[in-house]
């Protein structure tokens, strides 16, 4: 026999009795361990407390649709109430919903799915059911499909073979739980063969293994920021964020190859924008309370979700949001306030050019000096968020209550993410000025506040 129908045998597949009973696995295994990454419909059985952790989800609002060729006419309400059974289980929090119906099939799309095929990878006679489990790196699950075997009769009315019976139990397969080896009765409904309309309720062991999956691994909150301004909100695509939380990373660790990784000390980041669409963030930086990274460029926008996978399969996940501009400056003290980490493009009245620092290597600043009247200065800004404005006349320069014209806004051109601003000449009133403030707004969207000292 092949290793994957053993695996399949041993595993996710709802097979016939006679079979199955004598080899249930011994160990207290309630979970699925799994580090191929990839469509899965196989994995060993490990307990709650296995160091190497189990599959589990990067949320816990789940929605399902249901296919309803074949077989699958008429059994919505069998599979409604197979998900309400998990969603009820109390001190739990995953929330399962019937999310309508669907013409996709047993395959990867980015969308859980329950159909009725004949074959699907779960072969007649010997397979009822089978779950496939998408997986990410770290044991991470980003979609599960059921397929029920077309091939025997399902019903709605108890009779052989139960929708509601089985769903329930392949959908804890979903949530990543492995088969039981309690055969006491009530009989769990992860037993790992049918048992008819019993196994249709939950029983203890059931439902102590999604709290004890849930407990190991909390869905933890992490704040998304720009990096330049720290300022919550909207992050603009192909600009660069940071993100707060506890548990991000196993290590701590800077990128400094272009392109940049998307996976640095095993941490990844995937942004899910409002087309369903879930691409890999590169990394520029991992710790555990902060990862910086690159928000991709391709993000449609509007809502979306952050998540963070830490090397040990911690998952950190938020909303967020993606605008065309989201406008931050960098500071010289990395702040997100106070002097600006800027430079002074200094053009003298023979066209000669010099480029001049407004803070020391410490972060001091060091004034700017108008020189004589023949100069010309040029403030030169470094910021995220920018490059996506809708035009040049959309971006205004406030440099102590005077408008310097903006000459250019958009990528930097030497580091990821990173925009540059530069307007100007600037007014010589500020000349004696002491420090400034400095209001970058693009599209009508202000940057943080930073500041300027003129001599
Ligand atoms: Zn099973």
Not at 143 to 154: A, L, P, R
Not at 248 to 263: F, I, R
Not at 420 to 449: E, H, K, Y
Request: one cysteine or more; a negative charge; charged letters at 10%.
């Amino acid at each position: 026999m092949s290793i994957t129908s053993t695996m399949n045998r041993l595993a996710w597949g709802l097979a016939c009795l006679s079979v199955i009973v004598g080899v249930a696995p011994a160990s207290a295994g309630r979970l699925i361990q799994q580090f191929t990454t990839g469509r899965v419909t196989a994995g060993t059985p490990v307990p709650c407390n296995d160091a190497n952790g189990f599959v589990h989800w990067d949320r816990r609002d789940l929605a399902f649709f249901h296919n309803t060729a074949n077989q699958g006419a008429g059994k919505a309400a069998a599979l409604t109430a197979a998900l309400n059974s998990w969603t009820n289980v109390s001190d739990a929090s995953h929330v399962l919903s019937y999310a309508g119906t669907t013409t996709a099939g047993f395959v990867t799309d980015n969308r859980n799915t329950l159909v009725w095929a004949l074959d699907g990878g779960c072969p007649p006679p010997n397979c009822l059911a089978l779950t496939a489990l998408v997986l990410d790196s770290n044991q991470v699950i980003v979609e599960s499909d059921v397929v029920f075997n077309n091939g025997v009769t399902w019903t709605t009315n108890g009779s052989n073979f139960d929708t509601e019976a089985v769903a329930a139990h392949e959908i804890g397969h979903a949530l990543g739980l492995h088969h039981t080896e309690v055969t006491t009765t009530p009989r769990p409904t992860m037993f790992a063969t049918y048992f008819g309309t019993d196994e249709r309720s939950l029983e203890a062991d059931d439902q102590n293994a999604l709290r004890c999956s849930e407990t190991r691994y909390p869905i933890r909150p992490v704040v998304l920021t720009n990096a330049a301004s720290f300022a919550t909100g909207a992050v603009a695509p192909d600009s660069i964020a940071s993100a707060f939380g506890t548990n991000l990373a196993t290590a701590t660790a800077s990128s400094g190859s272009s392109p940049l990784p998307t996976s640095l000390g095993g941490t990844y980041v995937r942004v899910i924008d409002s087309a369903g669409t879930g691409r890999r963030a590169g990394l520029f930086f991992i710790s555990p309370s902060q990862v910086n990274l690159l928000v991709p460029a391709a993000s449609t926008l509007g809502a979306c979700r952050l998540v963070i996978v830490s090397g040990a399969g911690d998952v950190s996940s938020a909303p967020c949001a993606i605008a065309a501009v989201a406008p931050g400056v960098f500071t010289a003290n990395a702040s997100g306030g106070g002097l600006a980490a800027a430079q002074i493009l200094r053009v003298n009245g023979g066209g000669g050019q010099t480029v001049e620092n407004v803070a020391d290597a410490s972060g001091n600043p060091i004034p700017i000096n108008f020189g004589p009247p023949g100069d010309s200065l040029f403030l030169i800004l470094y910021g995220t968020g920018v490059k996506g404005r809708s035009s040049l006349g959309a971006v205004s320069v406030n440099v102590g209550g005077t408008l310097a014209s903006p000459l250019f806004a958009g990528p930097q051109g030497t580091f990821a993410g990173e925009d540059q601003i530069n307007a100007g000449p600037l007014s010589r009133g500020l000349a004696g000025a002491g420090t400034v403030n400095v209001q970058l707004t693009v599209d009508g969207i202000n940057a943080n506040t930073v500041t300027l000292v003129f001599q």
